[in-house]
T-cell receptor, first 114, second 117 residues
Framework: QKEVEQDPGPLSVPEGAIVSLNCTYSNSAFQYFMWYRQYSRKGPELLMY????GNKEDGRFTAQVDKSSKYISLFIRDSQPSDSATYLCAKGGAGGTSYGKLTFGQGTILTVHP | EAQVTQNPRYLITVTGKKLTVTCSQN?????MSWYRQDPGLGLRQIYY???????DKGDVPEGYKVSRKEKRNFPLILESPSPNQTSLYFC????????????????FGAGTRLSVL
């Protein structure tokens, strides 16, 4: 079982929709989660991070963590065509020699059509 | 401008011909890492370095070498490339700092698309 599982999609939604992107994880020895966005032919860029104990909101984006079910989510409100990209979840902070390491999910391809 | 620079962006080579992909960062980051990205498999770590002269294997290190002689540079070396190393490669760097998420945000280069024939 992969440490981080993510539905690769693709996911297609109309402009203005609320998008829910999800990941599950199997190892509790970590401290934080990150969401990266990757546009076509570009490197991933950080969207936001959250610690395992809480949620975070940044504009139209909200990251949530459910420790009991080992589930992390990214919600996008009022989605725009410019949100079309691949979204990658990652976990990190396992400690010891794993400090600094991020373990990524497979990525979800999102298309927001006008 | 803070950035991670990879070269080349595109590379086509033949089996067995040694190649090097360069990576340089200008943010004085301690932690650097190489990933490969394949459809359905996501980003997988090849090698990482926590500081100068300190490198270690990631999840898929077979067939790759790295070195970290200077803080800013972290080249990826394929001594004898094979077709299964055809992939999209990313270099990334971060400050590095235990359980502090902000210090472990990784900044990625634009990627190197490698084809091994």
């Amino acid at each position: 079982q992969k440490e981080v599982e993510q539905d690769p999609g693709p996911l297609s939604v109309p402009e203005g929709a609320i998008v829910s992107l999800n990941c599950t994880y199997s190892n509790s020895a970590f401290q934080y989660f990150m969401w990266y966005r990757q546009y076509s032919r570009k490197g991933p860029e950080l969207l936001m991070y959250t610690y395992s104990s809480g949620n975070k909101e940044d504009g139209r984006f909200t990251a949530q963590v459910d420790k009991s079910s080992k589930y992390i989510s990214l919600f996008i409100r009022d989605s725009q065509p410019s949100d079309s990209a691949t979204y990658l979840c990652a976990k990190g902070g396992a400690g010891g020699t794993s400090y600094g390491k991020l373990t990524f999910g497979q990525g979800t391809i999102l298309t927001v059509h006008p | 401008e803070a950035q991670v620079t990879q070269n080349p962006r595109y590379l086509i080579t033949v089996t067995g011909k040694k190649l090097t992909v360069t990576c340089s960062q200008n943010m004085n980051h301690e932690y650097m890492s190489w990933y490969r990205q394949d459809p359905g498999l996501g980003l997988r770590q090849i090698y990482y370095s926590m500081n100068v002269e300190v490198t270690d294997k990631g999840d898929v290190p077979e067939g790759y070498k790295v070195s970290r002689k200077e803080k800013r540079n972290f080249p990826l070396i394929l001594e004898s490339p094979s077709p299964n190393q055809t992939s999209l490669y990313f270099c990334a760097s971060s400050l590095g700092g235990g359980g502090n998420a902000a210090k472990n945000i990784q900044y990625f280069g634009a990627g190197t698309r490698l084809s091994v024939l």
